[in-house]
């Protein structure tokens, strides 16, 4: 099913016309929370945002979750990536044949590994395939170039939160949180012009993935479904301290993770309730991010949250208590924290078409601002390749 947010399928060409030099691009993304695929659409000219389209939502079986998690940390050629690379691929297909009117695909893949300090980085799905799939140019593999010229390939929505504070008519600093399976912040002052200029990105520590993986060992659940088990439990401070002398804190952004860099973290509540192990989870993630926000170059009153973690109330109240700043939905601003990555990776797409910057020395710590992705156009695909 489409659901509509300014607009409906259908309407891309027409919105072109009325909105020079724009085009409808439908972005995807499917996080390290492996949930599935969040896909939308975007007016954008890779600057400015001129309305927001339809989007939809492709969740994974648990058949698929499976398959996906058994490749978690493995690189092209190893032994589970093709079976979930096909997964990935149909998945993708799948949702994103519901939409019409698209001028361009942006499509992110899935994240298997992240490794930039020496391996690089690897999202599994072929941009070729999905090109002669949808008959669209499909902009993909946003994160390599980046990572070869020494970035650190993530976060890469930083740019997009600049055109979302611009749109929103903000005037002061503020920061934008996205909370899946990893937690990442992006500060913005939107007064000024250039992204590259106005923003401070960065990984903050561990946010759902920790908690997911104990509700999914612990009681065959994929979440701590708004926090309920977590705010039942007591977190044990004395686990978070420890967590938070990791050397990742001290480390200077901008700086990146994968989803598995805290393997210590899950041992160090084994010991646990489930409820007491889930509130210290939940507050962990909570503290990683209240360090972070010490590293803004100007202080911000409150701090605007996308990303399943939203939906989580303890989590949400952990946050503003170990920040203390206001701690708010990103729909506070009238955008959809659902799909805000999704519609990110659209606007990415048109930028690569225009010979924009999709990184900086301030979002990845790549030594100059850089444009990623690669753009396949139906027709790229070796026949053999073809599955």
């Not at 940390?73 to 949702?95: C, F, K, L, R, S």
């Not at 992204?195 to 060992?217: K, R, S, Y």
Request: with cysteine; net charge negative.
């Amino acid at each position: 099913m489409l659901y509509g947010a300014g607009g409906i399928a259908g309407q891309g060409r027409q919105g072109k016309m009325q909105n020079k030099g724009a085009l409808w691009a439908l972005g995807t993304m499917s996080g390290t929370s492996l949930d599935g695929v969040d896909a939308a659409m975007v007016l954008t000219d890779g600057i400015r945002i001129h309305d927001f389209g339809p989007h939809a939502y492709r969740p994974y079986t648990d058949a698929e979750r499976a398959t996906l998690r058994a490749a978690l940390g493995q690189w092209p050629g190893d032994a589970a990536v093709g079976a979930a690379t096909e997964v990935v691929e149909n998945a993708h297909a799948e949702v994103l044949s519901r939409f019409s009117g698209a001028d361009v695909v942006g499509f992110h893949g899935q994240t298997l590994a992240h490794d930039p300090a020496s391996r690089g980085t690897h999202q599994a799905g072929d941009g070729d395939l999905l090109a002669e799939t949808l008959g669209l140019p499909v902009v993909w593999d946003f994160r390599s170039t980046d990572v070869r010229l020494g970035g650190q390939g993530a976060p890469l929505a930083p740019f997009f939160h600049h055109a979302c504070a611009q749109w929103a008519g903000l005037t002061d600093p503020v920061a934008f949180l996205n909370m899946g399976g990893v937690g990442n912040l992006t500060w913005v002052d939107p007064r000024i012009a250039l992204p590259e200029n106005a923003c401070l990105a960065f990984d903050t520590g561990p946010a759902n993935a920790p908690v997911n993986d104990l509700m999914q060992a612990r009681r065959g659940l994929l979440q701590d479904n708004g926090g309920a088990l977590a705010a039942k439990g007591i977190p044990d401070d004395a686990i978070i301290a420890a967590f938070l002398t990791g050397a990742y804190f001290h480390r200077m952004p901008p700086k990146s993770l994968d989803r598995n860099d805290f393997p210590g973290l899950s041992p160090a509540v084994k010991h646990l309730n489930d409820a007491d192990a889930a509130a210290t989870l939940t507050h962990a993630a909570a503290a990683a991010v209240a360090r972070g926000c010490e590293h803004f170059p100007a202080p911000v009153t409150r701090i605007l949250v996308t990303g399943g973690g939203r939906h989580n109330g303890t989590l949400m109240r952990a946050l503003a208590q170990r920040t203390g700043l206001q701690i708010a939905p990103v729909e506070d601003i009238a955008l959809n924290g659902d799909m805000l990555e999704a519609q990110a990776f659209a606007h990415l797409a048109v930028r690569v078409m225009r010979g924009l910057p999709t990184s900086g020395p301030t979002t990845t710590g790549v030594s100059a601002a850089v444009g990623g992705g690669r753009i396949s156009r139906p027709g790229d695909a070796p026949r053999s390749a073809i599955r």
